[in-house]
């Protein structure tokens, strides 16, 4: 499971998820890269691996590639991943290694000010005449809010939300965007955005005016006037 999911951010209810999959004895892994460890657990909620995109949020810079593995025990699952490591090479180098311990020193403190950020960004879309939809599990109005609020103690920095319009128009907005860079990745302290539909190819079922927004940590009057002027 992913929660919260990229790029809709539905929501999850991991203690439900995880008293299902005891009951069929199956493992229960959750990919908390939207989250970070700062605002969910999944561990402490009943999940038996958890997942992080360490390219992210941990690394905060856009500027590493990585990736974390925690189990809640050392078990069979476990060795198999250090065999991967120790036998495969699948070890990150000591330049993405020393970045990384570096920006971790600041993740509690990034992520307070990617949820900070984000909450005001989705109130000024939620409320903006151009935008039809937004997605942010800190808003009353999302369907998982109330779960994200018994699991999170935080609701993460991205933000996706629908343009009035089809794709021609979500992407007169971005192209219009100043502060806003467009890009895939997402976690960094500069703020991100991306057309998802554009990206995940034909098959997609993501609506074609959806722009993702990774929130960063500029000031958010520069970010809002960005915003205004692309939209109006
Ligand atoms: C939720 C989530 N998990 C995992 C990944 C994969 O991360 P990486 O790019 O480090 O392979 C991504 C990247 O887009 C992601 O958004």
């Not at 120790?86 to 570096?102: E, H, I, K, Q, T």
Request: with cysteine; net charge negative.
């Amino acid at each position: 499971m992913e929660t919260p999911s990229n790029p809709l951010l539905k929501i999850t209810d991991i203690r439900k998820i995880s008293a299902l999959a005891k009951a069929q004895n199956a493992i229960l892994a959750c990919d908390n890269t939207f989250a970070t460890p700062v605002f969910q657990n999944p561990i402490d909620l009943g999940a038996d691996i958890v997942m992080h995109s360490s390219t992210k949020y941990f690394g905060g810079h856009s500027d590493i590639l990585g990736g974390a593995l925690i189990t809640k025990e050392v078990n069979p699952f476990w060795e198999k991943v250090k065999i991967v490591q120790r036998v495969g090479g699948a070890v990150p180098s000591p330049m993405d290694c020393y970045l990384l311990c570096r920006s971790i020193r600041t993740l509690a403190y990034r992520m307070k000010g990617h949820a900070e950020h984000a909450a005001i960004l989705a109130e000024y879309l939620l409320n903006h005449p151009n935008v039809e939809k937004v997605f942010y599990p800190g808003l009353i109005s999302h369907p998982g809010h109330a779960v994200a609020a018994s699991q999170m103690s935080g609701f993460g920095g991205i933000v996706s939300f629908m343009v009035n319009g089809d794709a021609i128009r979500a992407d007169e907005v971005v192209s219009k965007l100043r502060y806003f860079a467009n890009a895939t990745s997402l976690g960094g302290v500069e703020s991100l955005i991306e057309r998802r539909a554009a990206v995940e190819g034909p098959e997609t079922k993501t609506p074609q005016n959806l722009l993702r927004v990774s929130v960063g940590l500029e000031h958010t009057d520069d970010l809002l006037e960005d915003l205004a002027q692309a939209l109006d």
